[in-house]
């Protein structure tokens, strides 16, 4: 398929306003390319307030036009984030930006809870990726929180690569761990992983991601926020938007669940949609997710029917998170736990990712339909709501989607719907049969 030459790569970029605002070039350093456009990740004493989409000149954006573009479009944001540090409020925004006179409160918060620093566990599931692996996993080595380890669960490898790879990397630093699980299936290897962790808190990020500094100390602060809080959800931004495929996967609606903290339960905290809780993508995302560990293993981990790599595709992180709310858990996102994310730059792997979703989704509905048969009235109420939002051109699902969309790609995700419950039901079988024939010890 040929794709509309209205996808031109857009410039990635990041400003903390508590320092001086750069320029923005608008050249790509290893092409020479020149961005008309660019997406920029505002933060505020690390914390994020928001995204900015402006457009480049010929010579990029100077810093006071940015902090102009910044102001207008985030203006009430900076100064609720001032507000809530005790800090006076401003009423324009200049290239110099807001360096701090003292510690904000915000960073006082977050270096209590690092006096404190309860064990965290990170699990990352890797596929014959070796190379974007390492860059994954020194991103967690730079972590800025004091107490954690990190487990590398080789699932189904082709080759010894990625265990030397790991090995050689845990030599130097005996908080890395690996470990092998030849089945395959990401719910599979996550529940690998969690058999080995010794944290309070387990976290999950996938293996083709950069995590912030800040990631592991931001999510121990949302189990911190409110009471009963099971997981933990954080903010997925694009890497890079280069090709039209990944340029498509933002209007998708990329990983994006906006710059505010939220709480989402059963009773108070319920989102504003009428498949809640069974739509609860708008609460996180697997490449982003972390559980209190106890509440985890009460749940029983991942549903090994569901996640790629199996016949289910997807689907597993959703379960999880719908398990965790109708067990009367909370579940927090906190935006300032941030991972930058690389979609696949191949229109053909953005395909496969719409049917993948498609067929997650209804895997996920059809499991709990199989755990629970007595909800089929429940849902069944709801499948008109749930037309509306797949279909509708302005539902939360689709309103990001522009003309240039291609129509294909819709139509891929449902063709992953309709077959999902049937993929479901194989999954499920398939994986009880391969646990019967896995040796005990």
């Not at 400003?15 to 001086?20: D, H, Q, T, W, Y």
């Not at 985030?74 to 609720?80: E, R, S, V």
């Not at 005790?86 to 960073?107: M, N, S, V």
Request: aromatic share 8%; net charge neutral; hydrophobic share 40%.
């Amino acid at each position: 398929m040929t794709l509309t030459s209205n996808l031109q790569p857009i410039q990635v970029h990041e400003v903390e306003l508590a320092g001086a605002i750069p320029p923005i070039s608008g050249v790509n350093p290893q092409t020479g390319a020149r961005y008309q456009r660019a997406l920029s990740l505002v933060r505020l004493h690390s914390q994020p307030l928001g995204a900015v989409d402006v457009t480049l000149g010929s010579n990029g954006l100077t810093a006071d036009a940015l902090a102009a573009q910044i102001w207008g479009a985030l203006g009430a944001q900076i100064n609720d984030h001032l507000r809530r540090d005790g800090l006076p409020e401003i009423t324009a925004l200049t290239a110099d930006g807001l360096p701090p006179t003292g510690t904000p409160t915000c960073l006082e918060l977050r270096a209590a809870l690092q006096a404190g620093a309860p064990r965290v566990s990170v699990v990352v599931a890797t596929h014959n990726r070796t190379e974007s692996l390492v860059t994954t996993l020194n991103s967690l080595l730079d972590q800025d929180y004091p107490n954690f380890e990190i487990i590398v669960v080789d699932n189904a490898p082709s080759s010894d690569a990625t265990a030397d790879t790991v090995r050689q990397i845990a030599s130097q630093h005996p908080h890395v761990r690996y470990a092998r699980e030849d089945r395959p299936g990401l719910a599979v290897a996550h529940n690998r992983g969690l058999q080995d962790v010794t944290g309070e808190f387990v976290a999950f990020t996938d293996d083709d991601v950069i995590a912030d500094r800040h990631w592991l100390a931001e999510i121990v602060r949302g189990f911190h926020g409110t009471d009963n809080v099971a997981c933990v959800t954080g903010l997925i931004f694009p890497g890079e938007l280069e090709t039209p495929a990944q340029l498509l996967s933002e209007q998708y609606g990329g990983f994006a669940k906006g710059f505010a903290i939220r709480i989402f339960d059963r009773d108070e905290h319920r989102l504003d949609n009428p498949l809640y809780p069974y739509a609860v993508g708008p609460v996180g995302s697997g490449a982003n997710m972390a559980f209190r560990t106890s509440a985890l293993l009460d749940m029983n981990g991942f549903d090994p029917s569901l996640g790629a790599g199996s016949l289910g595709v997807g689907g597993d992180d959703l379960a999880a998170f719908h398990q965790v709310i109708t067990r009367g858990y909370r579940l927090v996102f906190q935006p300032a736990a941030i991972v930058r994310h690389w979609d696949p730059r191949e229109y053909a792997s953005l395909q496969k990712r719409a049917y993948g979703y498609g067929v997650g989704l209804t895997a996920y509905l059809t499991k709990c339909l199989v755990d629970k048969p007595w909800l089929i009235f429940d849902i069944a109420i709801r499948v008109p709501y749930g037309l509306v939002y797949l279909l509708a051109p302005q539902s939360h699902k689709n309103r990001k989607k522009q003309q240039d969309y291609p129509r294909e790609l819709n139509l891929m995700e449902r063709k992953g719907m309709l077959y999902g419950p049937v993929a479901y039901l194989r999954s499920r079988w398939h994986a009880r049969k391969t646990l019967k024939s896995v040796p005990t010890a």
